[in-house]
């Protein structure tokens, strides 16, 4: 089904460790998107990219690295994990010219 | 930068009721979109609703209506008849569009919707 495909849908990580979100969209859209969900603060803006090996910050990118070597993936690394990161994230897509974003399922991650 | 504020953090309705869920906006801008996500308890995020801003004539999706106030930067959103279904949390959002903004969606803290039978 063509969509936003997120893997893990559960994490569970101790302090300090790493590790990386996936996330694939088979849409062909330049766009992608990380946002984390917190109760009470909505979604805020991790990272994006607007194309191949283009990416920028949004309003909460510290503690977390991104790449886009392919227009399909966009994974989001977590270099050394913090309780603050307890969170639920979401990879999102869109293209040039639409309105609206395809979200994945979310990822709910707990740093313990 | 753009703000949207949802000053209801919880809100309820009876079955088949009407409800008005608010959202206000910041910005500078004069060009832009305007969003209505629901997120039911399966953690999907779904469009609700969409505004352009530059329609003076408020969007309708069957049962859910916007009121528009570009002036005021003001964008409700209306459930009619409402449902035990629509009990979710709700997100206002605002996209440029423009700009690097253009591809970055700013959302509101939410607003908690319960349908009571």
């Known amino acids: 089904n063509a969509g936003v495909t997120q893997t893990p849908k559960f994490q569970v990580l101790k302090t300090g460790q790493s590790m990386t979100l996936q996330c694939a969209q088979d849409m062909n859209h330049e766009y992608m998107s990380w946002y984390r969900q917190d109760p009470g603060m909505g979604l805020r803006l991790i990272h994006y990219s607007v194309g191949a090996g283009i990416t920028d910050q949004g309003e909460v990118p510290n503690g977390y690295n991104v790449s886009r070597s392919t227009t399909e993936d966009f994974p989001l690394r977590l270099l050394s994990a913090a309780p603050s990161q307890t969170s639920v994230y979401f990879c999102?897509?869109?293209?040039?010219?639409?309105?609206?974003?395809?979200f994945g399922s979310g990822t709910r991650l707990t740093v313990v | 930068a753009q703000t949207v504020t949802q000053s209801q953090p919880e809100m309820s309705v009876q079955e088949a009721e009407t409800v008005t869920l608010s959202c206000t906006y910041d910005t500078s801008e004069s060009d832009y979109y305007l969003f209505w996500y629901k997120q039911p308890p399966s953690r999907q995020m779904i469009l609700v609703i969409r505004q352009e801003a530059y329609k003076q004539q408020n969007a309708t999706e069957n049962r859910f209506s916007v009121n528009f106030q570009k002036a005021a930067k003001s964008f409700s959103l209306k459930i009619s008849d409402s449902q035990l279904g629509d009990a979710a949390m709700y997100f206002c959002a605002y996209r440029s569009a423009l700009g690097a903004g253009s591809y970055q969606l700013t959302f509101g803290k939410g607003t908690k919707l319960s349908v009571i039978p």
């Open positions: 999102a897509s869109t293209y040039q010219g639409s309105y609206g974003y395809t």
